[in-house]
């Protein structure tokens, strides 16, 4: 499992957002995710590391080539991990501040 931190920073990036959202209709090869993005093979293959580390996508060797695809799972579990973790807190932060709010007013 990905911890919430390496998934948003493997987010951060648009590059991988959108390599992200191709791998999302199927699994691919790095030349062929490379060839989309008109990027170098080193390039692809950094961005496919750091969304790999994060637990986004899984590889697999078939043959000479390795495909790869999104983890659909991870990225669900990560994202509703988190907003359970932050919106609890700022529910009750945000009452908070309306109440001070509504003293500044009286």
């Known amino acids: ?20 959202a191709y791998l999302s209709e199927g699994p691919l090869t790095a030349g ?5 993005f ?5 390039a692809v293959s950094k961005h496919l590391s750091i969304l ?6 899984w590889k697999k060797r078939e043959g000479q ?7 659909t ?3 669900s579990s990560t994202l509703a991990r988190f907003l359970q973790e932050v ?5 009750a932060l945000k009452a ?3 109440a001070e709010n509504d003293e500044d007013m009286t």
């Open 1 to 20: 499992m990905s911890s919430p931190d390496k998934v948003f920073e493997a987010l951060a990036s648009t590059t991988r957002r959108r390599i992200l």
């Open 32 to 36: 062929v995710v490379a060839e989309r």
């Open 38 to 42: 008109e990027m170098s093979q080193p």
């Open 52 to 57: 790999e580390a994060a637990g986004l996508i």
């Open 65 to 71: 080539f390795v495909k790869y695809g999104m983890e």
């Open 73 to 75: 799972e991870n990225l």
């Open 87 to 91: 919106c609890p807190p700022s529910r």
């Open 96 to 98: 908070e501040r309306r």
